[in-house]
């Protein structure tokens, strides 16, 4: 029966994951993420802007704003949060990245399934 439930997702080693580094995970063809180590440990948010729904990046790993501090839309510019996801300028302020549930165990970073969701398939 559990043998149907989908198992965690590995991403990458969490050492792989550096402060200022943001990196890009495409997990199926409808699922695109984005992972950061910040001031307050590991996250990782679908890469989907809640504006109109374009991914954040044009390039591979490229989610930070000039100033290096914020994830970036470069699609009409809004700003988020690292910590929290929260839009702090731009088409989208109040709103905010998609968190998804991960987990952090032996030095790795995996993606949970997400009870009752069709996260992933
Ligand atoms: S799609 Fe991101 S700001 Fe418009």
Redesign the pocket.
């Known amino acids: 029966m559990d043998s149907e439930a989908p198992a965690a997702v590995f991403l990458c080693r969490t050492e792989d994951l550096q402060p200022g580094h943001p990196r890009g995970f495409r997990v199926a063809s409808d699922l695109s993420l984005v992972a950061l180590r910040t001031a307050a440990g590991i996250r990782l948010y679908r890469n989907r ?1 809640p ?4 991914e ?1 990046n044009w390039l591979p790993d490229r989610f930070l704003d000039h100033s290096g501090r914020y994830l970036h ?1 470069q ?4 700003l988020f949060a690292p910590e929290s996801g929260r839009c702090l300028a ?3 302020a109040g709103k905010g990245l998609e968190p998804v549930p991960h987990q952090e165990r032996d030095g790795g970073l995996y993606l949970l399934p997400e009870p009752g969701a069709a996260l992933l398939h």
């Open positions: 802007c504006h109109a729904g374009f954040l839309c699609v009409h510019g809004a731009g088409p989208c």
